[in-house]
Structures are given as structure tokens and as C-alpha cells.
């Protein structure tokens, strides 16, 4: 289920780490809950519904999983040093298909182990149909600051296009739900679905912001080898998505967002204001340190990228014989990093120090502002932004500034 891991150098069986840390660097949480109702056909994430669960429980998940905070816990002990998570986010997955106590326990064993920095973003994904009062009120006494809602669309055929389930009555039930619970609230869509129309998709903004979450997110539908939509679009039973189309519909997003007093910050994200961007994310996009718990988690820790085997079953029973989840590891050369960099941090509001180019990156700035993609005034003053174009163009310019 899922992308292929990585091709890297195997994990040692204790986990350890080959590096030291540098205790400035803020350190997050990621606690992945692989369990789905049903599959999505888009959906590439490593997730399973209930029948594909073979040598694994549901039920068992939460404690197999605080096996992995401790063993982390006597990893980064040797390699230097405890930090307390600045974030924590509970993704899959749908976590709220668990007990909301099992995810309190989670937390806690996180709290215990790590500790949580005093005003730390604890963000939960969860499905719409999975949310009630006593839900949101249980992930609030834990600790949950964020509830981050899968909408995708607010249109019913739409979501059945996607194999999405929920009726879409019950977002509004959800995020108000959260809102009792005192929760800041983030909508998930995806547009360029077989069969969307501008029209469906300026519906699902239009109900998306009439909503007044605190922070949105539009992805744009990427058809992955090996999922059920990959297969009907070969089979020609539904059409591809249409690249011009979804440039349209990125535009109109940006354009009702901004009209309904949201801001982008990031390619794929916008916010009410600096306080609701997803501090998670940006932790992701500027090279922060993160702990990926759970099967097919990735992880970043001074330099070092691992991953976990996939199924739950295999993640499990390594835990239960005492040795690290991991399945391989790798250590990126300055080349790879600076490429990664340049990669992740144009897609950001802030955007990339100029100074942080080499050679033919740093002179192709003036093409790129005569095209249009780069902001000029950003550029006086030493940054790379993207323009609205640009951000549709993202990867180009990145290819133009690594050379």
C-alpha cells in the first residue's frame, strides 16, 4: 500500500544515529496512523482498510506505537539530546478512526517522553464523518490545539469521483464540533477531479470559506501509479486530469481565498493570518528536525533521513522483538541538500536568501522576474518569491535556479 520506500543504506537494528544534534534545531512529532475505512482511489498514502490488516489490530496500535517513542527516546538520548516537540501532528490515514483516548495515550507517551514546548501546534487529520462533540472535546482535554478536516469538495459527485464518503452536510458538523471544543480548524480540498467543473470547484471554496476555518489547503489531484484512478484513466473509463484546467482552478482559489480574507504562504496553503499557518508543514519546508512514528514514517534528524518498513504487521513484530522499525537510511550530500532546499523553500511565502544560490541560479533571477515568475521588489531585497504565475510554475523555476 503506498509509494515504494526509498532505495538507502539499511538501518542498524538499535536505530542509532550516526551524528550529533544540535539542540537549536526545533524537533517535531509525526505520528502516522495508517488505518482508512476505504481506499480512496487517488489515495497513494501507505494506508489499509480493515481486510488488509492481516497480522495486524487496530486495537493494539497505540501501545506498538509507544514501543517506537521509547526506543526513539534512548536513540536521541545518545546521539545528544532530548528536545521538546514544538509540534505534533496525527496523520494518516483517518487517526480519528481510533478511540479518541488512544490518541490522548499517544500524546501523553509523546508529553512523557519528549515533553511538548509550551504553546506547541498539536494538529489531528481526521474525516468528517468521524468527528463529534465528544470526540473534539476528548482531543482538546489531551492537548490537541488543530483539527485538520478532510473536505476535498463540497459537491457530491465530486466526492464520489474521489471515493470520498462523507456527506458533505457533515463538514459543517464537524468543523463545528471543533469549534465548540475550542480547536482551530483546517479544510482540506483536492480539485481536478474526473468530472469537476469550475463551477463545482468555485462551490466547494465558496462553502469551504462560508465555513471560517482558520486555514485552508488546495491540492492538486496528482494521479499516482498503482491507484484505482490511475487504472480507470488507462482504461479510458475517466479522463486525466487537464493541466490547463487545473491552472484555472488554482487561480480562482487564489483569488476567492484572498477575497474571504485568507493569504497564501505556502504553494498549497493559506491562512487567516501568520498564527494559523500550519507551523508543522513550515517545519517540514525549512529543514527542521522531525521524528516520523509509525509503519512507512519518515523521519529527519540532523542530516539523517530513515523510514520505516510499510506494513503494520511488519512494524509491529520488529517492536515486539526489541529492534528499530527502520528500514534503510541516507545522508544527503551539500548538492542534495542545496537542491532540496531550493525546492522547498520557494514554495514559501518568505521564500529563498539569493545569497543561498550558486552560479547560474543566482543570474537566472533577472530572467525569471522579466517572465514574470519572480517577484521584483522581493529581489531588491534579496529574496526569491513567486508570483502568482510562478507558483504555477514552481518546479520551472526551480530547474532555472539549480542550474
Given at each position: 500500500?503506498?509509494s ?6 539499511p ?10 544534534i544540535?539542540?537549536s ?16 482511489g ?22 506498538t ?6 526506543l ?7 546521539a ?32 512523557t ?27 482538546a ?20 469521483s ?32 474526473p ?20 486555514h ?14 490511475a ?11 487537464d ?25 498549497s ?13 513550515l ?46 537510511r541516507e ?18 511565502r ?7 544560490l ?46
Amino acid at each position: 500500500m503506498g509509494s515504494a520506500l526509498p532505495i538507502g543504506e539499511p538501518a542498524p537494528r538499535d536505530g542509532s544515529l550516526p551524528v550529533s544534534i544540535d539542540r537549536s534545531t526545533p524537533f517535531g512529532v509525526y505520528l502516522h496512523v495508517p488505518f482508512c475505512r476505504v481506499r480512496c482511489g487517488y489515495c497513494d498514502f501507505n494506508t489499509y482498510t480493515a481486510w488488509e490488516l492481516r497480522g495486524a489490530r487496530q486495537d493494539e496500535y497505540a501501545d506498538t506505537l509507544l514501543r517506537e517513542v521509547d526506543l526513539a527516546c534512548g536513540v536521541l538520548v545518545d546521539a545528544g539530546a532530548i528536545r521538546p516537540a514544538s509540534t505534533v501532528f496525527f496523520g494518516g490515514g483517518t487517526p480519528t478512526l481510533l478511540p479518541a483516548g488512544d490518541l490522548s495515550r499517544m500524546l501523553d507517551g509523546v508529553r512523557t517522553t519528549f515533553g511538548i514546548a509550551p504553546g506547541a501546534e498539536v494538529t489531528v487529520e481526521a474525516n468528517p464523518d468521524t468527528v463529534s462533540d465528544a470526540v473534539a472535546a476528548e482531543l482538546a482535554a489531551a492537548g490537541v490545539t488543530r483539527l485538520s478536516i478532510g473536505m476535498q469538495s463540497a459537491v457530491p459527485h465530486v466526492l464520489a469521483s474521489l471515493d470520498r464518503t462523507h456527506e458533505p452536510a457533515n463538514v459543517g458538523a464537524a468543523v463545528a464540533a471543533a469549534r465548540r471544543a475550542g480547536l482551530a480548524v483546517s479544510l482540506d480540498l483536492i480539485y481536478g477531479a474526473p468530472g469537476e467543473s469550475l463551477a463545482d470547484w468555485r462551490e466547494s471554496l465558496e462553502s469551504a470559506a462560508a465555513l471560517e476555518p482558520d486555514h485552508v489547503s488546495a491540492y492538486a489531484l496528482i494521479i499516482e501509479e498503482g491507484t484505482k484512478l490511475a487504472r480507470q484513466i488507462r482504461r479510458g473509463e475517466v479522463p486525466a486530469p487537464d493541466d490547463d484546467r487545473q491552472a484555472d482552478m488554482y487561480e480562482l482559489a487564489d483569488e476567492l481565498l484572498d477575497v474571504a480574507g485568507f493569504e497564501w504562504y505556502e504553494v498549497s496553503n493559506w491562512a487567516r493570518d501568520e498564527q494559523q499557518r500550519s507551523r508543522h508543514n513550515l517545519a517540514y519546508w525549512t529543514g527542521a528536525d522531525w521524528w516520523g512514528f509509525g509503519p512507512g514514517a519518515h523521519s529527519h534528524i540532523a542530516g539523517v533521513r530513515f523510514w520505516n518498513v510499510k506494513h503494520p504487521a511488519a512494524y509491529a513484530q520488529r517492536l515486539a522483538a526489541g529492534f528499530s522499525p527502520a528500514a534503510g537510511r541516507e545522508s544527503p550530500d551539500a548538492a542534495a541538500r542545496h537542491l532540496e532546499s531550493v525546492l522547498l523553500r520557494t514554495r514559501i511565502r518568505e521564500g529563498l536568501p539569493i545569497s543561498e544560490l550558486f552560479g547560474e541560479g543566482r543570474h537566472a533571477v533577472a530572467a525569471l522576474i522579466a517572465d514574470g515568475l519572480i517577484d521584483g521588489a522581493a529581489a531588491v531585497r534579496g529574496r526569491v518569491v513567486l508570483t502568482l504565475r510562478g507558483r504555477l510554475l514552481a518546479d520551472a523555476v526551480v530547474r532555472a535556479l539549480t542550474g
